[in-house]
C-alpha cells in the first residue's frame, strides 16, 4: 500500500474528502441554526435531505428537469417544508425548554419519512444520471468528478448567503441574538416563534441544496439519512456551534477525516473511526474545536 | 386506601398465573397469541429497563440496542464454542454471562460518557457508541460471524413453550427489579438526580455512581433479553439485532404508556406491539411508519403518555367533586 | 390627559410550588421615579419580570395605561411602551453595540424613528458611537450598562424599568448610574427603579416601595422612606444616619 504512495494520490484524497465534506458543512449549518436558536437537535435532517434527492431524481425521471435546475423548485419547496414542520410540530417543544421530547419528534419524524420512503419508493439505492455526472475534469494526474466540483461550489454559496443573511439583515440578526439569549431577545420585541420558523426554513432549504448536491454525487437510500445526520453532528460537533463559518470548516474536516481514513485504514472501519472522533469531542470539547469562548455580558 | 395492596397483588398475581397458562390451553407452535405475548414479554423488559435510566433517572439513553445485540451475540459466542459445557439450550448461566458482559460496556462507556454529557448530548453519545459497536461486530471476523452473523443449530428447537415461560419470567424480573429499587432509596435518589443533579450532589447523592448503577442494571436486563432473543432467531446478525429499532421502540412504548411509573412500560410494550402486529396484518409494511407517526402524536399531544392520561382524568374528576 | 400610570394589583407568582409574590400593589405615575428596594431575593427582580411577560401572574392584574397587560408575551409588552432592563443586563455579547442598539428598536414603531434614536443614543454616551463595532462582549462593566440602557431606549418606551442597573459598578460609575435615570427622567421617560442600593434609590424615588420576602411591606415616598428609622436600620446601617 505504501509503494503506491505519492504527492498524487495524497492530494487526490484531500480533494475528494474537501469536496464531499461541504455537503455534510452544509447539513451541520442547518442544524446548527436549528439547535442555535431552539436547543433542539433535529435528527431528522439527514433523512429530509434523503427526502430532498429522491425528489430531484423524481423530478428528473418524471419530468425531465435537470437536477441543478430542479433548485429552483427544490429550495423554496424546502424552506416552506421547514417552516411547516416547525410551526405543525414544534412550538410547544420549543416554548417547553424539555429537549428529549423534542428530540424524540424529530427521530419520529424521521423514522417515518425512512419507512415511508421505503415503501413508495423501495430501499434501492438510486443515483441520478445524466450526460454531465460521468464528466470528470483532470489534470496532473488527479481527477475532481464534475459534479463533485459543483456540490462544493453550491455550498459554499449557500453556506455564504446564510451568513450575508445572518449578519447583514434585520432578521438574521435577530436570529443570532435569539441564538445567543432568547429571553434577552423577547425583552426586545423579537417573536420567538418567528425567529425560530426562520431557523427551521433556512435549515432545512439547506437540506434541499444537499439533498440535490446528493442526488448527483452519491447513490443513496432511505436508511442513509440517519447516517448523513450523524455525520452532521459530527461536523457540528467538530466546528462548533453558533458559527456557520464553524459549521462548514467541520463538515469539510470530517470528510478529509473519511477520506483519509478509508484509504489507510481499509475494510469499513472508517464508520468506527468517525464515530470514535464524534465521541472524543462530545466529551472533551463540546463547544466544539473551532469556537473561541465567548464571553458572557 | 390501605386496604387496596393486598387486593391489588392479589390480582396481578391472578393475571400473571392466567398468562402463564395459555401455553397448556392453545396450540404452542401455531398460536398467535403465544407470539404476540412473547414478543410483548420482550418488550416490556427492554422498556423497563430503559425506564430505570431514561424516565427514572432522567439519562436519555439511545443505546439499549447495542446492549441488547451484545446479550445475543454472547449467547451465541458461549453456545457455538461450547464454553460453558453445559449443553442446555435454555443455560441459566449463559443467560446471566450474556447479561453481564453488556454491564461490562455499559460500565466502560457509562463513566466518560455519563460524566462528561447532559441531556440530548449523552443520548448522542449513546448513538455513536451503539454505531461503533455495530460496526465491530460487522468487522468481527470468524468470531462474530461478520455481517452473516452466527447460525445455532435450530434442530435444538423443540417449543415455543420455553421461550414463552422464559420471556415471562424476564418481563417480571426486570418489572419487579424496577419496582423495588425505585421504591427504594434508591429510587428516591435516581428521581433526586433526574429533577436537579447539583442539588442531589450537595445532598450527598454520588451521581454518578447511581448513574453508572442505573445504566449497569438497564445494561442486564437488555442483554437477558438480547440473550433469550438471539435463541429465538437462531440467526445472530447485526442487521437483526443492533438495530436501532431495538432502541426506539422501547423509548416509544415507555412514552406512550408513561414513564412515571412500573405500569407505564407495561402498557405501552401491549398497545404498541398490538398496533405494530395489527398494522402487519392489515397494512403488510407499514407498520414502522405508524412507529414514527405515533411518537409524534405523542409527544406532541401527551408527553405523559396513557397513564398520565388516566391520572389527569382522575385529576380532573376529583376536582369537579371537590 | 392620558394617565400613563402602571398599577400592579394584588399579583401573585408562583415558580413551580414556591410563591415568590404575595398580594404585591404598586403605582407607577407618568413622568416620576419609583423605586423598589428590598433585600436578595425578596423577589424585586421577579416583579420586574412578571410585569414584562417572562413570568406569569398566578393572580392578579396589571394594568397600562388603564388595559390590562397582565398575559401579555414579552414581546408584546415591548411593543406597547414598557422596557426591562433585565438583572446582569444580558446583551449580546457576540453581536456589535451597533447591532444591539439596532436590536433594540425592533418593534415597528421605534424602527421608524431608528435614524433619530440612534443619534440621540450616541449623543448621550459618546463611548458607544466610538465603540459601535466592537462586540458588545468586549466592553467594560459600565460601558455595557451604558449600552443595556441605551438598547432599552431605542425602543421609546413610556416606562423603563431597570434591574439593578448599580451592580457591579465602581462608585463612581454608581453615581453616574443614577444620575442619568435621573436625567432620563427629566426627558420624560417614568422609570421603575429595582436596587439593592437602597440609599441612592430612596433619594431619586418620587415614590418607593419596601419588598421584604414576597410582600409590599412599606410604601411612602422616596425622602419620607429615607428618613424612616427602621428603613435605616434594616437597609442602610448605622454609618449613613446622619448624612
Given at each position: 500500500m505504501f509503494a503506491l504512495l505519492s504527492v498524487q494520490l495524497i492530494i487526490q484524497l484531500l480533494i475528494n474528502g474537501i469536496l464531499f465534506g461541504a455537503i455534510y458543512g452544509i447539513a451541520a449549518i442547518g442544524l446548527s441554526l436549528i439547535f442555535g436558536t431552539m436547543?433542539?437537535?433535529?435528527?431528522a435532517q439527514g433523512t429530509i435531505i434523503i427526502l430532498f434527492a429522491y425528489t430531484c431524481f423524481w423530478l428528473f425521471n418524471l419530468?425531465?428537469?435537470d437536477p441543478y435546475l430542479s433548485l429552483v423548485i427544490v429550495i423554496p419547496m424546502a424552506a416552506l417544508l421547514g417552516v411547516a414542520i416547525y410551526a405543525s410540530l414544534f412550538t410547544e417543544a420549543a416554548a417547553n425548554e424539555d429537549r428529549n421530547i423534542s428530540l424524540l419528534i424529530a427521530i419520529g419524524i424521521m423514522f417515518f419519512l425512512e419507512n415511508l420512503m421505503t415503501v413508495l419508493w423501495t430501499g434501492n439505492p438510486r443515483s441520478i444520471t445524466t450526460p454531465y455526472t460521468s464528466f470528470v475534469v483532470r489534470f496532473a494526474g488527479i481527477g475532481i468528478p464534475f459534479t463533485r466540483f459543483t456540490g462544493f461550489i453550491m455550498a459554499l454559496l449557500a453556506a455564504g448567503v446564510v451568513v450575508l443573511f445572518l449578519k447583514k439583515t434585520f432578521i438574521g440578526t435577530a436570529v443570532r441574538a435569539a441564538s445567543e439569549d432568547i429571553v434577552s431577545a423577547t425583552l426586545m420585541g423579537i417573536s420567538p416563534h418567528r425567529v425560530n420558523a426562520v431557523a427551521f426554513a433556512i435549515g432545512i432549504g439547506l437540506a434541499g441544496i444537499a439533498g440535490v448536491d446528493m442526488a448527483t454525487i452519491y447513490p443513496f437510500d432511505p436508511f442513509y439519512g440517519f447516517i448523513f445526520v450523524l455525520r452532521g453532528m459530527v461536523a457540528l460537533a467538530i466546528g462548533g456551534i453558533g458559527s456557520v463559518e464553524g459549521a462548514l470548516l467541520g463538515g469539510i474536516i470530517l470528510g478529509l477525516i473519511e477520506s483519509l481514513s478509508s484509504f489507510f485504514?481499509?475494510?469499513?472501519?472508517t464508520d468506527a473511526i468517525v464515530y470514535l472522533v464524534f465521541l472524543i469531542v462530545l466529551m472533551w470539547r463540546p463547544e466544539g474545536l473551532l469556537v473561541r469562548s465567548v464571553k458572557k455580558a | 386506601m390501605k386496604d387496596k395492596r393486598p387486593l391489588t397483588i392479589i390480582g396481578i398475581l391472578i393475571v400473571v398465573l392466567a398468562i402463564a397458562v395459555v401455553p397448556f390451553m392453545v396450540d404452542t407452535e401455531a398460536s398467535f397469541i403465544v407470539y404476540f405475548l412473547f414478543m410483548t414479554f420482550c418488550y416490556i423488559t427492554i422498556s423497563q429497563a430503559w425506564n430505570l435510566v431514561?424516565?427514572?433517572?432522567?439519562?436519555?439513553?439511545?443505546g439499549q440496542h447495542a446492549f441488547f445485540g451484545l446479550g445475543a451475540y454472547t449467547t451465541g459466542i458461549i453456545w457455538l464454542h461450547n464454553?460453558?459445557?453445559?449443553?442446555?439450550?435454555?443455560?441459566p448461566v449463559t443467560m446471566i454471562l450474556s447479561g453481564l458482559v453488556p454491564v461490562v460496556l455499559a460500565i466502560m462507556i457509562g463513566i466518560p460518557l455519563l460524566s462528561r454529557l447532559r441531556g440530548d448530548y449523552f443520548a448522542l453519545g449513546t448513538l455513536g457508541m451503539g454505531q461503533i459497536i455495530q460496526v465491530i461486530f460487522v468487522k468481527g471476523g470468524k468470531f462474530t460471524g461478520a455481517s452473516d452473523g452466527l447460525h445455532l443449530p435450530?434442530?435444538?428447537?423443540?417449543?415455543m413453550r420455553p421461550y414463552y415461560w422464559t420471556g415471562l419470567i424476564l418481563a417480571i424480573v426486570s418489572t419487579a427489579l424496577v419496582y423495588f429499587m425505585t421504591q427504594s432509596r434508591i429510587g428516591l435518589a435516581l428521581r433526586a438526580i433526574r429533577e436537579d443533579e447539583t442539588a442531589a450532589a450537595s445532598h450527598g447523592v454520588h451521581v454518578l455512581g447511581y448513574k453508572i448503577f442505573a445504566l449497569g442494571v438497564s445494561a442486564f436486563l437488555c442483554g437477558l433479553c438480547g440473550s433469550l432473543y438471539g435463541i429465538y432467531l437462531f440467526h445472530i446478525n447485526p442487521d437483526s439485532v443492533i438495530k436501532l429499532d431495538w432502541t426506539l421502540y422501547p423509548i416509544l412504548m415507555c412514552v406512550i404508556g408513561g414513564?412515571?411509573?412500573?405500569?407505564g412500560p407495561i402498557i405501552g410494550a401491549l398497545f404498541m406491539t398490538a398496533v405494530f402486529n395489527l398494522a402487519d396484518i392489515?397494512?403488510?409494511?407499514i407498520s414502522p411508519i405508524f412507529a414514527g407517526i405515533l411518537i409524534v402524536i405523542v409527544m406532541k399531544?401527551?408527553?405523559?403518555?396513557l397513564v398520565g392520561l388516566t391520572e389527569k382524568m382522575a385529576f380532573a374528576r376529583r376536582k369537579k367533586t371537590a | 390627559m392620558e394617565n400613563n400610570a402602571l398599577v400592579v394589583k394584588g399579583v401573585d407568582v408562583l415558580y413551580g410550588d414556591v410563591q415568590?409574590?404575595?398580594?404585591v400593589s404598586l403605582e407607577v405615575k407618568q413622568g416620576t421615579i419609583v423605586s423598589l428596594v428590598g433585600a436578595n431575593g425578596a423577589g424585586k427582580s421577579t416583579l420586574l419580570k412578571t410585569i414584562s411577560g417572562i413570568n406569569r401572574a398566578r393572580k392578579g392584574e396589571i394594568l397600562f395605561s388603564g388595559k390590562?397587560?397582565?398575559?401579555?408575551?414579552p414581546q408584546e409588552v415591548v411593543d406597547i411602551g414598557i422596557s426591562h432592563v433585565p438583572e446582569g443586563r444580558r446583551?449580546?455579547?457576540?453581536?456589535t453595540v451597533l447591532e444591539n442598539l439596532k436590536l433594540g428598536a425592533y418593534p415597528p414603531r421605534a424602527r421608524a424613528v431608528f435614524g433619530e434614536s440612534l443619534t440621540k443614543a450616541f449623543d448621550l454616551f459618546p463611548v458607544l458611537k466610538s465603540r459601535q463595532?466592537?462586540?458588545?462582549?468586549?466592553?467594560?462593566g459600565g460601558e455595557q450598562q451604558m449600552l443595556a440602557i441605551g438598547r432599552a431606549m431605542m425602543s421609546q418606551p413610556t416606562i423603563l424599568m431597570l434591574d439593578e442597573?448599580?451592580?457591579?459598578?465602581?462608585p463612581i460609575l454608581v453615581k453616574t448610574m443614577f444620575d442619568l435615570v435621573a436625567s432620563l427622567n427629566k426627558q420624560g421617560v417614568t422609570m421603575l427603579l429595582v436596587e439593592q442600593n437602597v440609599r441612592q434609590a430612596l433619594k431619586i424615588a418620587n415614590h418607593a416601595y419596601v419588598l421584604k420576602n414576597g410582600r409590599i411591606v412599606m410604601n411612602g415616598g422616596g425622602e419620607e422612606l429615607l428618613a424612616d428609622p427602621e428603613v435605616q436600620k434594616a437597609y442602610i446601617g448605622e454609618r449613613w444616619r446622619k448624612k
Open positions: 436547543r433542539i437537535i433535529f435528527l419530468l425531465g428537469i485504514v481499509p475494510g469499513g472501519w | 431514561g424516565g427514572y433517572t432522567g439519562q436519555m439513553s439511545m464454553l460453558t459445557h453445559t449443553g442446555y439450550y435454555f443455560d435450530s434442530t435444538i428447537y423443540s417449543s414513564t412515571g411509573s412500573v405500569l392489515y397494512l403488510v409494511g399531544f401527551m408527553p405523559g403518555g | 415568590a409574590l404575595w398580594d390590562s397587560v397582565t398575559h401579555l408575551k446583551l449580546f455579547a457576540s453581536l463595532n466592537q462586540k458588545a462582549g468586549s466592553l467594560s442597573p448599580s451592580l457591579g459598578l465602581s
